[in-house]
T-cell receptor
Framework: GENVEQHPSTLSVQEGDSAVIKCTYS??????FPWYKQELGKGPQLIID?????GEKKDQRIAVTLNKTAKHFSLHITETQPEDSAVYFC?????????????FGKGTKLSVKP | KAGVTQTPRYLIKTRGQQVTLSCSPI?????VSWYQQTPGQGLQFLFE???????NKGNFPGRFSGRQFSNSRSEMNVSTLELGDSALYLC???????????FGPGTRLTVT
């Protein structure tokens, strides 16, 4: 079945530095790739997403890139701030026409040190 | 606009009992999906409902079931609880035709 691998599992950066989290997916039919941020005691919050017909998308300090050939996608956070500290999950949607069926990576715990 | 709400937020049950969790989607959203989150397995898809019909189902035993009402509110039920069912159960809703899913805060279920 579909599988999503996420690396690294933990990431520690200094405030102001950039952070990069990488994911790979197995099913070439996947066409939607969201990223979620989960803070302690809360549900995952959608922060950015990308469709398979787009190579890159930016939203202020956050960007996502997609390489369909290599089946890789990455989250880039620039000018990190302490409030960016959280667990980040990548996901892939592998079933066309379905709004569910997100397959998640195992998560990356990002710590931003002031 | 109010977000996805889930009740109860915390629940403690004994092995062998059953439990029902509730989810109210964002107003206007007709798709509701359920996920189980555990430290070991991460976030795993349980099932998805749209217009009162189960549209997709993940790889969970038949003890896990759900339903959706005409107002799009959804419930999931777990029968004959096992210790391994202890988890955060998350509900997510989406607008018709949109891939974007918005999660609620979850229900923390502890089975003792």
């Amino acid at each position: 079945g579909e599988n999503v691998e996420q690396h690294p599992s933990t990431l520690s950066v200094q405030e102001g530095d950039s952070a990069v989290i990488k994911c790979t997916y197995s099913d070439s039919a996947s066409n939607y790739f969201p990223w979620y941020k989960q803070e302690l005691g809360k549900g995952p919050q959608l922060i950015i997403d990308i469709r398979s017909n787009v190579g890159e998308k930016k939203d202020q300090r956050i960007a996502v890139t997609l390489n369909k050939t290599a089946k890789h996608f990455s989250l880039h956070i620039t000018e990190t701030q302490p409030e960016d500290s959280a667990v980040y999950f990548c996901a892939a949607s592998y079933k066309r026409g379905s709004q569910g069926n997100l397959i998640f990576g195992k998560g990356t715990k990002l710590s931003v040190k002031p | 606009k109010a977000g996805v709400t889930q009740t109860p937020r915390y629940l403690i049950k004994t092995r062998g009992q059953q439990v029902t969790l509730s989810c109210s989607p964002i107003s206007g959203h007709r798709s509701v999906s359920w996920y189980q989150q555990t430290p070991g397995q991460g976030l795993q898809f349980l099932f998805e409902y749209f217009s009162e019909t189960q549209r997709n189902k993940g790889n969970f035993p038949g003890r896990f079931s759900g339903r959706q009402f005409s107002n799009s509110r959804s419930e999931m039920n777990v029968s004959t609880l096992e210790l391994g069912d202890s988890a955060l159960y998350l509900c997510a809703s989406a607008r018709t035709g949109s891939y974007e899913q918005y999660f609620g805060p979850g229900t923390r279920l502890t089975v003792t």
